[in-house]
């Protein structure tokens, strides 16, 4: 029996993300974007979920153009085309496409974007039984129903035709911006949606944010302490750098990626542009915490740092923050990097130390 995929792409998800934008929803963030010098990447992390269901018993659906058909093309995977959108993509044909897709009886429905695209793809769907399963190509991602990588997002679309998969309910949030402060991060329920169950091939849902606790925070003081006049930190987004960002000289942001020559500010909320100017001046520390929940590295929420970047500084001088709470939330107790390059991905992985408290540390093992 066929399996019938529909297939639907924001070609516009992530191109915030290496110019520190936090996100790509909206025209005005687009041109932004754009302006900047940031390079669309949603399609080739699709084309990367696709190739893995070539040859399967998979019939996929999608729209054509850029929101799918092109994918299909680079990938060769036929694909029937069900709706055409105009040039210019927004929310609303993100709604509609879906609606034309799930009238097909589709089985599931696979979407390259963020959390964003996902609340689109909800609202959508309403009480429809399609499965849902997200190809992660957005900036943050914090929502439950994404592939950890583009690759276990082919691999899942192929076990669900071979035969029955487990279905869990999982959530839908995005950032409340409302509510986020300077110094925490708010996130905001959207629903639940059907996903197919699977703890290594699918990522959780971002766990709250919290004050970090003492033991970290007494770590980060110390770090900062030994922090060398003449080197470059690039401090990651999060609460457990604010932390550390608040023994030093200048403001750091919550979101956003900043530079810092030994403790002294040199670039707030820095875009991937700059990160490569600035690692060209001086050796270069990366210091970040882990996403709450899921265990990313690098990859949510920090495309700054980007491959490019992390090419540049030696592995050894990365600096991993986070609190005993935080690794004891998370997935099989590991840590993914999915950076788009492979090269840069198996470079980061193997196995990490991460800073608890002054004088405590755990290993991480760090997988692609």
Do not use: W
């Not at 996100?23 to 990447?41: H, N, Y």
């Not at 729209?63 to 029937?80: F, L, Y």
């Not at 210091?287 to 929940?293: H, K, R, Y």
């Not at 592995?315 to 939330?329: D, R």
């Amino acid at each position: 029996m066929t399996f019938k995929v529909g297939l639907l792409i924001n070609p516009y998800a992530g191109l915030g993300g290496t110019a520190g934008l936090k996100g790509s929803d909206g025209a005005d963030i687009v041109e932004m974007a754009l302006a900047r010098g940031a390079q669309p990447k949603a399609q080739a992390r699709c084309i990367r979920a696709l190739k893995r269901i070539v040859g399967s018993k998979v019939q996929v659906y999608t729209v054509a153009g850029v929101m799918g058909e092109t994918a299909c093309r680079e990938a060769g995977v036929h694909a029937r085309l069900v709706a055409t959108p105009p040039a210019v993509n927004t929310a609303r044909d993100t709604v509609e496409a879906c609606r034309a897709l799930l009238a097909e009886g589709i089985d599931l429905l696979l979407f390259g974007g963020g959390d964003g695209t996902a609340r689109d793809v909800m609202a959508a769907s309403g009480s429809a039984p399609a499965l849902l399963l997200g190809i992660p190509c957005g900036v943050k991602m914090y929502s439950g129903v994404f592939a950890r990588t583009p690759e276990h997002a082919g691999d899942l679309v192929r076990q669900c035709a071979e035969g029955p998969v487990t279905i869990r309910e999982a959530e839908v949030l995005d950032i409340d911006e409302q509510a986020t402060r300077s110094d925490r991060i708010s996130t905001r329920l959207y629903g639940y949606a059907r996903v197919p169950a699977h703890s290594r091939h699918m990522q959780s849902a971002k766990a709250g944010s919290s004050d970090p606790d003492r033991a970290v925070a007494a770590a980060a003081q110390l770090f900062a302490s030994q922090m060398l006049a003449d080197h470059l930190y690039f401090l990651g987004p999060g609460r457990t750098l604010q932390a550390l960002a608040r023994q030093l000289d200048g403001d750091g942001t919550l979101l956003g990626v900043d530079a810092y020559l030994g403790q002294k500010l040199v670039c707030r909320d820095a875009s991937e542009r700059e990160l490569l100017a600035l690692a060209a001046q001086h050796p270069v520390h990366l210091v970040v915490s882990l996403t709450g929940g899921q265990g990313c590295l690098f990859g949510r929420g920090n495309q700054q740092i980007s491959a490019a970047v992390l090419a540049l500084v030696d592995p050894a001088n990365l600096h991993v923050l986070a609190s005993a709470a935080k690794i004891a939330q998370l997935p099989d107790g590991q840590v993914f990097v999915d950076t788009g390059d492979l090269a840069i991905d198996v470079r980061y992985s193997g196995f990490i130390r991460v800073h608890t408290a002054p004088g405590r540390s755990v290993m991480l093992r760090v997988t692609h």
